[in-house]
């Protein structure tokens, strides 16, 4: 451990360990992977196909020294030296142009996933080939609206392939239209909240008989996240009240089977392929819980983001 006393490093925090790949190392990713390494999770992998650039600066957790420097390793050589218990390591590779059998390997050596990215394509790839590998993923980012502040509303989407949950591709569907989300807009300290908020989903996927893990309920599967700036007139349907809130909000699964997961509203397709096997009892009761709340959520969605 590097000279570190093991016992004082974790004398007011027991570790809650595991492994975690993390999808993208900017703004939202840098800031997860520094608290989950505090939190005991170990190994860490980071991968990132950019380099630190001046305008990532002011919500970044890398400073200048850092710049043009490839984000993934710089930001795995920070947390070993600043935390020497966690075994971080960093890559610079974009994920989606890995061969398939690498992706894979990632994937499936970690207990949890994480796509942070600014790309829809790559988030629909890690979502993939976490159903294949039936790894939980977690897909964090912030909304990004001409309505709206930037970084105002932070959004976690979880997917665990042994429940009966949604997908991202299921959740994509039903939220296009609304505002984008993306990783890395917004100041600093509303980034570091959904970064905070983020790495709670995290520990409650690794650790399911620990306490965090009461924070999942299988019918609600995203968390919308309010910052402490002043509520734009565009949310203010959801969050009717000024600075930090939060609310869970329930997916639905898509009326067609998904293209990712096979799932949809009505169970005539299951699992398919390479894909976890779900008890089919409880995949009927999920979507049809899904299927009576439909009209729910798209109202949420459509009262903070009406058309017109």
């Known amino acids: 451990m590097t000279g570190l006393d093991q016992d004082r490093v974790w004398a007011r925090h027991r570790p809650l360990t595991g492994a975690v790949l993390v999808v993208g190392a900017g703004a939202v990713g840098g800031f997860l992977a520094e608290e989950l390494a505090r939190i005991g999770f170990s190994p860490l992998v980071l991968v990132d196909p950019e380099r630190l650039a001046v305008e990532n600066l002011l919500r970044h957790p890398l ?3 850092a710049l043009d420097r490839p ?12 935390f020497p218990p966690c075994a971080a390591t960093g890559l610079q590779a974009d994920f ?4 398939a059998d690498e992706r894979r390997a990632l994937v499936a050596s970690a207990d949890v996933v994480v796509a942070a990215t600014d ?12 159903l294949q590998t039936g790894t939980p993923a977690v897909f964090p980012g912030v909304w990004v609206d001409p309505r709206i502040r930037d970084a105002e509303v932070g959004e976690i989407l979880w997917v665990d392939p042994q429940r009966p949950t949604p997908c991202y591709a299921c959740a994509a569907a039903f939220r296009r239209g609304a505002a984008d989300a993306q990783a890395a807009r917004g100041a600093r300290v509303d980034i570091q909240l959904v970064a905070l908020a983020t790495a709670q989903v995290v520990t409650a996927l690794a650790h399911a008989e620990d306490d965090h893990a ?22 203010r349907a959801t969050f009717p009240l000024p600075g930090l809130s939060s609310r869970p909000v329930r997916v639905p699964f898509p009326t067609r089977p998904c293209p990712a997961c096979r799932r949809s509203r009505f169970p005539s ?3 398919v392929g390479d894909l976890p096997a779900t008890a089919p009892g409880k995949l009927a009761v999920g979507i049809a819980l899904a299927a009576l709340t439909v009209a729910v959520v798209v ?3 459509s009262a903070a983001f009406g058309h017109g």
């Open 63 to 65: 400073g200048a020294p």
């Open 71 to 82: 984000k993934a390793p710089a930001l795995a050589a920070k947390i070993r030296t600043d």
């Open 96 to 99: 989606t142009a890995l061969p």
């Open 119 to 130: 790309s829809a394509d790559c988030q629909h790839a890690v979502n993939l080939v976490a």
């Open 214 to 235: 009461a924070i999942l309920d299988p019918e609600r599967t995203a968390i919308y996240l309010h910052g402490f700036t002043p509520t734009s007139a565009g949310v």
């Open 269 to 271: 397709l299951g699992p």
């Open 299 to 301: 109202l949420l969605v």
